[in-house]
């Protein structure tokens, strides 16, 4: 059955200009979330952005966005949300974002391929299933800041260049009076300045996220040497997270940008040092009261959070498709590193893909953390998906293995033997999807179109097109074959 996405802004049009003209705000910007999660804008003064705009919508080009319309189906709408209206906190001309959804012009319906679209209608399906109100979610983005990256692959070569003023392999040089005080390798994890050279930095972005009205509750250096970072943001519904986790991308890498460096969130940018992950905390919640809470369960886990935890585990390889959407993804996906790539839980045990955090006993911090996904991934998607791989979880009573409190990195013979591992390739997460994404389709939040799309795009634009390159490291091996 399908659900309608209810519910009115609590922000007027009206307010939206009254605050953009108080903030001397002098370009409103559109902006939207094409498919694979990047976001796209365009600008119009705010002198000619009238109160309508929100009715009637903005028109683009969905041929030229990827994973939208074919050119002979190109004209879609954007209509603006007014909740969402954020003075821009990194541009130099007064500048207010609003967040857009997609809409077809002749039939005014909501588009089936706009991500934000599948985040509200997740939403709205977990409210249909009685099962709760609200779900809660709390990723933990990683990323890198470089002082330059540099790339190109063609007929005759193909090569990458990283360098950090941070990058433990800068020990050494002598173009300059080096000045020493580098995280070694995997030991970035928690050193003061001036070995974590990027404090000034984190917490200017920090600030920027905060103006922008987001909640941080911190920011800190990460294990990896080469300016590896984490900034943690307080809990949210799934949406409203989803749309702060593309601002939060945004101000990462335009504050970096202002100070001459570059910030990525590729998953696995450094050989033999830690990735950047996009741990997910998550919890159910009803009438103000947390499922996810039992005082006699495991962890303090209730008999739902469980179920939920099963549903998960069930459906980790096809999730991974769009939790650890990139070829590179499969990179940070293997032993050590921290790497969470068994499907089991666990309190406490950061190799597990789930972990239950144990730091409180109070009920309302009790959640679980999916600790496979990455920052790559398109949060719109990937939080949706994951909710209903939880409800698919509590609707059928699905039980996760038993809980492992043991250095999963230390067992031997049999009893590893028996613990599953996450796909090894984005390959093998996009052959997951394609036979086990029913659950997807529940109250019509993804679309058999939506999920082919997804196939088709990763398939062809990137599986592919990685496999057809040659890699240095096979110079390497072959040279002299």
Not at 118 to 139: C, F, H, M, N, R
């Amino acid at each position: 059955m399908a659900v309608e996405v209810k519910g009115s802004p609590r922000t007027s049009p009206a307010e939206v200009l009254d605050k953009a003209r108080a903030a001397g705000v002098k370009v409103v910007d559109i902006r939207f979330v094409d498919l694979p999660g990047t976001w796209q804008h365009f600008s119009v003064p705010l002198s000619s952005f009238e109160e309508d705009a929100f009715s009637e919508g903005l028109g683009f080009d969905g041929s030229s966005i990827r994973g939208f319309q074919t050119i002979n189906e190109s004209d879609m709408l954007l209509l603006p949300d007014p909740d969402s209206a954020t003075v821009d906190p990194v541009l130099q001309i007064p500048t207010l974002y609003l967040v857009c959804n997609v809409v077809d012009p002749i039939t005014r319906e909501s588009y089936t391929r706009d991500p934000r679209f599948i985040a509200q209608k997740a939403e709205a399906y977990l409210a249909e299933t009685g099962i709760a109100d609200v779900s809660y979610w709390g990723p933990e983005a990683e990323f890198y800041v470089f002082n330059s990256l540099r790339f190109d692959q063609n007929a005759f070569s193909g090569y990458y260049f990283i360098d950090s003023e941070e990058g433990v392999w800068n020990s050494g040089a002598n173009t300059t009076p080096n000045l020493a005080y580098r995280p070694r390798y995997k030991e970035g994890y928690f050193p003061v300045p001036p070995t974590d050279k990027l404090q000034d930095l984190r917490s200017e972005i920090m600030l920027k996220m905060i103006d922008a009205g987001i909640d941080v509750e911190v920011q800190h250096h990460e294990v990896g040497t080469a300016g590896q970072a984490e900034i943690d943001l307080r809990f949210n519904s799934l949406t409203k997270m989803a749309d702060q986790m593309m601002a939060y991308k945004y101000i990462v890498k335009n504050v970096a940008r202002q100070h001459g460096y570059v910030a990525t969130f590729m998953p696995k940018p450094l050989f033999q040092d830690n990735g950047s992950g996009m741990h997910v905390h998550q919890s159910l919640w009803k009438d103000g009261t947390n499922l996810f809470f039992d005082q006699s369960g495991y962890a303090l886990l209730s008999e739902s959070a469980r179920w939920y935890i099963g549903g998960l585990l069930k459906h980790a390889p096809a999730l991974l498709a769009f939790c650890a959407p990139t070829t590179n993804s499969y990179r940070r996906l293997v032993p050590g590193y921290e790497a969470p790539i068994n499907l089991v839980y666990s309190k406490r045990n950061r190799s597990a893909c789930v972990r239950i955090p144990v730091y409180s006993t109070s009920p309302k911090q009790k959640r679980i953390e999916f600790r496979s996904p990455d920052p790559a991934a398109n949060p719109y998607l990937a939080f949706a998906a994951l909710l209903m791989a939880g409800l698919d979880g509590i609707k059928n009573k699905i039980e996760p293995p038993e809980p492992l409190d043991k250095d999963i990195y230390e067992l031997e013979g049999e009893e590893k033997e028996r613990i599953a591992n996450v796909p090894g390739s984005l390959n093998e997460a996009l052959a997951a999807l394609e036979t086990d994404h029913e659950f997807l389709l529940e109250g019509d939040v993804f679309t058999s179109d939506v999920v082919e799309t997804w196939l088709e795009y990763k398939l062809t634009r990137e599986v592919e097109q990685v496999a057809l390159r040659p890699h240095p490291w096979e110079f390497y091996l072959y040279h002299d074959a």
